[in-house]
Every structure is written in C-alpha cells, then in structure tokens.
C-alpha cells in the first residue's frame, strides 16, 4: 500500500509503496477514507515529538474496516468507523476504573511507535516502520479495537475523522473542567481543539467564552461557533485584557495553544479560586517557570487533560454531531491527497489551516 513516511526529522514526507501486516489478536485494519492532519503529527516530523523514523503518522482517522484480527468482538469487515488517538488496552487499571484515556499499557508505547505487543505491522524490504498514534497517512491503518467507534449510516465518514483527537480532546477538556452552566470561560488557541472546545462549551451551558488567539480568521470562526468574546494577543496584552473584560479572570481557562507563552498566559489570566485545564501538547521537553506563590495563595487548581475514553466519550460526540450542536467541518479548511500532504504540512506549520483531511 502507499503510505507518508517520514525518514528523518525536518524532511519532506515520501510517499511510498510498504507493506502492511494482517491484524493480530485484538486489531483490526481499516480502509482509509481520510485522516485529519493535527500539530501533534508536525511535532513528530520536526522531531519535537521524537517518534524514531522511519514513521507513518496520522491519528484522526475514519475508514471501513477492512479485516479484523482474532478475538476482535466491536466492529467487523464493512463497519464504517473513526479511530481515536488513544487505543485503550481495556485491561489495565486505569481502563477498568473508567480512565481509559490514561491506558498504562498504551503510555508505554505510544512514543516509540509500535503496537502494544512491541512490534510493528508496517515494513518496507524486511525492515521495520513505526506508526504514530495509528498511521492514518496511509491507504490502510492498523490499530486495537477499543481506539474504534461505529459511525451512523447518514454521517459524512470524511468529516467526522477530526473527532479522534481535535473532538475527543475538546470533550475531555470539558469533562475536566466540570464547568457550571454560566461559568466564564476562556480558550486559549483557537485550532482544531480549541475550536471544538469551544463549540462544546456552547453545548455544554457555559456562560461567556472568550477565544484567545493570533490570526482573525481563526477568531472570526471561534465567534461564530460560540465564542462570546475574542482576544488577539498579537495585537493587545491578553492577560490585562481578559482580566478586564472578567473583573478579575475566568473562573476556568482551557490551555489549547500548546506552548510555553499559552501556558503562562493560562496560568496568569485564571480568577482566584479557578481552575486551569492543560489540553495542548507542547513538544516534549518543554518547560515553563511558574510563579509559584501566586499559584498557591490563588488557590488555584492546575490540571492536565489527555484527550477523552473512546469507548465513552466518543458515542456522545457522535450524538452531538447528529443534533448539529458539535459540527467538526467547521474545523475542516482543506482536502488533500496523499501525495499532496507536505503542502498540508506546511499550511499548518504557517498557521493558514485549522484541520487538513488527507486523502488517499
Ligand atoms: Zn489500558
Ligand atoms: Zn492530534
């Protein structure tokens, strides 16, 4: 099959033919129909991330299932479905006490590319290739079982592909803000997540919600998808300004940008009392100094989210989807063929795409 392969970091893509394996117990092999471009793939090509090539990304995935390997029991062959970036193990402690999103087992491999097993299922001439949270830039994808939802007949498989980790995240944001219907929010980055973080805010009951980001078309979108208020930190001192607009700062700040100026602008611009809510993936040896005192006489709670339970969250998604309170081709802004993704790449890279669909 054809596949996007990375073979060093800060390189173009190849696209190339490799070989693909038979699922094994508890896997299951999907026919792409399109996966969504996200930061976290870019982090992996720039070495951010450092998944060790060569590697095949790719984690918003939707497809048919095209084979399943033995034992598999939730989908089966011509099941149209979307993968998660998460591929739950479903047996280990945090699955069994409903933190599937926090899989022990899947935390083990996740970076370094391989199924839980140790091994891969892509090769090209005897020598093993990596995936990366699924490898969804590919004419077919392998992951586990648990990763996979069931989309209904009358919904456009293309589209919903960006719920796996754009979707999944926003949801999992939200549930661990425990937001109050009235509440004052503020986003911080309007991408793919903060853009489905704030659609689902809407649904959600919130009060205001103030999106804070650098490019206005991305601020014009967050406004029409339920943003109340919008901040250009480019062009004003975000933290004054939402302080202002709050008397005093939101009683909740979702961190969606994913950098080390977002997390401070989160940390500095949360009320007294409120709580911040760390969703954006910053390459992996980011480090922010923190002011500490404030922190602690504020009383504030700082918590780290990890996208959302497939098996649990994703089916609400879906029913959100289908009631058009959550519309994730709002977050789509362009198609691309496989053989096109390093213009995709580069797109986001500037800043100019919120979710590319890449197409095989
Ligand atoms: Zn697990
Ligand atoms: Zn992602």
């Known amino acids: 099959m054809r596949a996007a392969v990375l073979h060093g970091y800060k390189e173009p893509l190849s696209i190339e033919d490799v070989d693909i394996s038979q699922p094994r117990a508890g896997e299951v092999k999907i026919k792409v129909k399109a996966t969504g471009l996200c930061h976290s793939d870019v982090n992996v090509f720039e070495g951010k991330t450092p998944v060790p090539p060569p590697v095949v990304a790719g984690h918003e995935i939707s497809g048919v299932v095209e084979e399943v390997g033995p034992g598999v029991t939730r989908v089966k062959p011509g099941d149209r479905v979307i993968s998660a970036f998460i591929h739950p193990c479903g047996k280990c402690g945090n699955c069994v006490a409903g933190k599937e999103n926090l899989c022990e087992t899947f935390s083990q491999v996740r970076l370094k590319g391989v199924m839980p097993d140790g091994t891969s299922r892509l090769s090209k001439d005897g020598k093993e290739i990596r995936t990366f949270l699924g490898g969804g830039f590919a004419e077919y994808a392998i992951v586990g079982e648990n990763a996979l939802t069931r989309v209904p007949e009358d919904m456009d498989l ?89 008397g005093g700062g939101p009683q909740v700040v979702i961190e969606a940008g994913g950098n080390e100026d977002t997390i401070h602008m989160a ?94």
């Open 158 to 246: 293309e589209k919903v592909a960006v719920l796996g980790c754009a979707g999944l995240t926003g949801y999992g944001a939200i549930s661990s803000s425990r937001i109050e219907p009235g509440d004052t929010v503020a986003v911080i980055g309007v991408g793919g997540v903060g853009l489905s973080t704030i659609q689902l805010l809407r649904a959600s009951g919130a009060g205001r919600i103030i999106a804070v980001g650098t490019k206005k078309w991305k601020l014009e979108r967050a406004m029409e998808l339920g943003a109340t208020d919008v901040v250009n930190s480019k062009e004003t001192d975000p933290v004054k300004a939402i302080k202002e607009m709050t």
């Open 267 to 360: 940390l500095d611009s949360v009320r007294i009392g409120g709580k911040v809510v760390l969703v954006g993936l910053p390459p992996a040896t980011a480090m922010i100094p923190i002011k500490v005192a404030s922190i602690v006489r504020g009383g504030i709670e700082v918590v780290g989210n990890y996208g959302g339970r497939p098996r649990v969250d994703m089916p609400k998604l879906l029913e959100l989807v289908r009631q058009g309170r959550y519309d994730p081709s709002r977050l789509v802004t362009g198609r691309f063929r496989l053989e096109e993704i390093n213009e995709a790449v580069k797109m986001l890279e500037e800043g100019e795409a919120i979710r590319s669909l890449i197409v095989p």
